[in-house]
């Protein structure tokens, strides 16, 4: 069934507004929940490239067809195989085009982060994500640019002299920019967090932090709390949050009694994610038809499906 536009706002806009609703048009909120393109996104495309043109009200409000939709989701499958934004007009506009072979935005992107976290260039790196923000939604930016910078950086730091300084800059920086994000659009959202917890006593994890903002960028508020709890404590914090869920991430073994006392008395959803999934794949498998409600995951991306495939972002 096709979800149904929000209307709840519509009458601050006036009766030209829900009047094109009513005609099946849609708000830019909805465009961005159909898609995963923000607002903020949708509008750049649209001021610096003209890849979206909506229609607008009489009072200027954005508005847009079935049509706008599925045009979004092929600029999508563009940025996805590497086309910078500033080219994908042409390809839509010329389909002939489309043989030609196009440069990797993502890879030029990569190599200029790299750069920065070798020279400590933190105004260079925060600079450069800025403006991929401004421009890419936040799956795709996850997908193609900063996961692939962290294979890439732990590839470099294998025996490297400096990894480890490299490292805590870029891991700092990280949870500081995240975080940051995370906290402004907490302060937007009154409804009940998801509770992202560290379980693998290693500080700074990046794939936690990168997985608590692609969450909160779906609009839903998260807690991060960046270090184990004890047993008992737990549903103590689900409870006083009132989650509507819990995520532990651990990139190491865990104590899988001990996680099994951990997740008892938690009611709701539960989900495991990082590399300790493959670690243990079999136990925990196993544990999914034991522990109600937990699911499992390996990296973010399989995470924030996992979360919207079932109903909790």
Not at 69 to 76: A, E, P
Not at 84 to 102: F, H, I, M, N
Not at 204 to 230: G, K, M, N, Q, R
Not at 269 to 287: M, N, R
Request: aromatic share 8%; glycine share 4%; with cysteine.
């Amino acid at each position: 069934m096709k979800a149904q536009p929000d209307t709840s706002a519509s009458e601050d806009f006036g009766s030209d507004f829900k009047k094109a609703l009513d005609d099946g048009w849609l708000p830019i909120r909805e465009v961005a929940r159909q898609t995963g393109v923000n607002a903020i996104t949708l509008r750049a495309w649209e001021r610096r490239y003209g890849l979206i043109v909506p229609q607008r009200t009489p009072k200027g409000h954005r508005l847009f067809s079935a049509e706008h939709v599925q045009r979004i989701l092929t600029i999508l499958t563009w940025l996805n195989r590497g086309v910078a934004v500033s080219q994908v007009k042409q390809l839509l506009d010329a389909p002939q085009a489309t043989a030609e072979v196009v440069e990797n935005d993502w890879h030029r992107l990569r190599q200029t982060l790299m750069q920065a976290v070798t020279q400590l260039a933190e105004r260079t790196l925060d600079d450069t994500v800025n403006q991929t923000m401004a421009l890419y939604p936040p799956r795709t930016l996850c997908e193609q640019l900063l996961l692939p910078l962290l294979a890439d950086l732990e590839q470099r730091w294998q025996g490297q002299f400096g990894a480890q300084m490299e490292r805590v800059f870029f891991y700092s920086w990280l949870r500081s920019k995240f975080g940051a994000r995370i906290y402004h659009n907490n302060r937007q959202l009154r409804t009940s967090p998801l509770l992202l917890i560290n379980h693998s006593d290693l500080p700074l994890e990046p794939h936690l932090w990168l997985t608590a903002w692609l969450i909160s960028s779906a609009d839903c508020p998260v807690e991060v709390f960046d270090w184990p709890l004890p047993v008992g404590e737990l549903a103590l914090a689900v409870e006083h949050l009132q989650a509507r869920g819990v995520l532990l991430y651990s990139s190491k073994a865990m104590n899988l009694p001990q996680l099994t006392k951990t997740l008892n008395g938690v009611n709701g959803p539960k989900i495991i994610v990082g590399p300790t999934v493959c670690i243990h794949h079999a136990e925990l498998s196993a544990k999914t038809s034991v522990i109600a409600d937990l699911s499992l995951a390996e990296d973010p991306l399989s995470a924030h499906q996992d979360l919207v495939q079932r109903g909790l972002i």
